[in-house]
């Protein structure tokens, strides 16, 4: 393969039922690369080989893995509540087993999706570095987890497999069941608190930018191998106007309710114990220590690194998104 993966390459993208992975699975198609995807439902993507399976399979991973150039491993338990046995099911089981049939596969080129999460024990992050994984200090399962399976990449990377990771952090825009759409909603049932002052500054990234840098991160991996990068736009804010911004472009007010940091990390804790106690739930918990923190502390990345190494630049502004946002909901009336 030469200096880039180009189009034309065989690229298997897992977990494109997500915005995330389809979007960039749908971009890789649209550039000309020969996409398969590996999830458990159909993917929608349109020009992409479906390949339906479970990540903990051998057989099936080993089915989707076969005769690809390069895998961008997107799949994971995402959620902030559940059993921590489910998250090392596929976070840390189904990432170790995938890079295992990579090898036999031959397959040398794997672009791992992280979290900036597997670094972060709760306190600020000011224009920081991606350090490195810390499951031991990481909050909850699925940042421990993620930090663990971040630690197999790397491990396989000392091994000989061309790996680059890449953590997004706080991914946004229309289309996102996530983050945007659970804003938009409790902003409009009221129940979207602001802890604290609302000051702490906080970077996100939309979409669109993140589907971007995917994709220049997948051509120019085997130049790159062997680092890990934090992605975002790059415009930190304070998360007071983050939030009312998303929850006005769905047609809400500004979150009004006021909680102390210290009384919401309580209060969720608590939560997601009975939570887990008497689950399974199809919601989550209104709110979780986690959570706590990421509404109450600033956490914002460097991105000289990651822009100098992906040749990258964030093409839309948060203002600019949450415009195309409102827009968007305006147009079909719903986030999705």
Same mark, same amino acid.
Do not use: C, M
């Given at each position: 393969m030469s200096?880039?993966?180009?189009?034309?390459s065989k690229v298997l993208v897992t977990g494109a039922s997500g915005l995330l992975g389809r979007s960039v699975a749908q971009r890789l198609v649209d550039t000309g690369y020969e996409v398969t995807t590996f999830q458990r439902r159909p993917s929608g993507v349109s020009g992409a080989r479906d390949v339906r399976g479970s990540l903990t399979d051998p057989a099936d991973v080993a089915r989707a893995v076969k005769g690809q150039d390069a895998i961008v491993h997107f799949a994971a338990k995402v959620s902030v509540s559940g059993?921590?046995?489910?998250?090392?099911?596929?976070?840390?089981?189904? %990432?170790?087993?995938?890079?295992d049939e990579a090898w036999l596969a031959d397959v040398e080129h794997v672009l791992h999706v992280s979290s900036p999460s597997v670094a972060h024990a709760g306190e600020s992050l000011i224009a920081a570095e991606a350090g490195p994984a810390d499951p031991l200090h990481a909050e909850g399962h699925y940042a421990q987890t993620k930090a663990e399976a971040e630690q197999i990449a790397q491990a396989r990377a000392s091994a000989g497999t061309?790996?680059?990771?890449?953590r997004p952090h706080l991914v946004w825009g229309p289309g996102d069941g996530q983050l945007t759409a659970r804003i938009v909603q409790r902003a409009r049932s009221g129940r979207?608190?602001?802890?604290?002052?609302?000051?702490?500054?906080?970077? %996100?990234?939309?979409?669109?930018n993140a589907v971007d840098a995917f994709a220049a991160g997948l051509r120019r991996l085997p130049m790159i191998a062997g680092q890990r990068l934090v992605l975002t736009n790059g415009e930190p804010r304070p998360i007071g106007e983050l939030l009312?911004?998303?929850a006005q472009a769905g047609g809400a007010k500004p979150p009004r309710l006021r909680?102390?940091?210290?009384?919401?990390?309580?209060?969720?804790l608590a939560i997601e114990k009975l939570w887990e106690? %008497?689950?399974?739930?199809?919601?989550?918990?209104?709110m979780t220590k986690f959570l706590a923190e990421q509404l109450?502390?600033?956490?914002?990345?460097?991105?000289? %690194?990651?822009?100098?190494?992906?040749?990258w630049q964030p093409a839309v502004s948060i203002d600019e998104g949450l415009r195309r946002l409102a827009q968007h909901i305006r147009r079909t009336g719903r986030v999705l």
């Open positions: 200096t880039e993966i180009l189009p034309g059993r921590r046995d489910e998250f090392e099911r596929v976070n840390i089981g189904g %990432t170790e087993l995938l890079f061309k790996v680059l990771i890449i979207l608190p602001l802890l604290g002052t609302g000051a702490a500054l906080v970077d %996100t990234l939309y979409i669109d009312a911004g998303i909680v102390p940091p210290s009384l919401a990390k309580g209060a969720g106690l %008497t689950g399974p739930h199809e919601d989550e918990p209104p109450s502390t600033a956490h914002w990345f460097d991105q000289r %690194t990651t822009r100098q190494a992906l040749n």
